[in-house]
């Protein structure tokens, strides 16, 4: 199944990093699938987007910082548990890492 947004507009995208907003930058990526362990695996499709705040983050390459941020931003707050937190904090910067590895340059 194939889903689609239509009829959007800046103003309703959220920040891929950090679910925030408003959209300050836009960064062209090619589609690739995030490896969780489930059956069915994450696909990223195109670009991705970034509130001010992460924008500045990835342009001065604070991966780190990035990540805690995307922590931080859950809607439950950071998880209290050390070893969920660790789990967590793996995966945003996995899925990070493999945003890097498919960022296209900015035209
Ligand atoms: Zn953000």
Redesign the pocket.
Same mark, same amino acid.
């Given at each position: 199944m194939t889903c689609q947004l239509k009829n959007f507009d800046l103003e309703e995208l959220i *920040?891929d990093? *950090?679910s925030?907003g408003p959209i300050y930058k836009s960064y062209p990526a090619r589609d690739f699938s995030v490896v969780t362990g489930r059956e069915v695996d994450s696909v990223s499709k195109g670009d991705w987007a +970034?509130?001010k +705040? *992460?924008a500045e983050l990835i342009d001065q390459e604070k991966w780190d910082e990035l990540a805690d941020?995307t922590l931080a931003a859950l809607p439950q707050g950071c998880p209290s548990d050390p070893a969920v937190k660790d789990a967590l904090y793996s995966f945003v910067k996995s899925l990070h890492s493999r945003f890097r590895e498919h960022r296209l340059p900015v035209q």
């Open positions: *920040c990093f *950090c925030g +970034a509130c +705040a *992460c941020r």
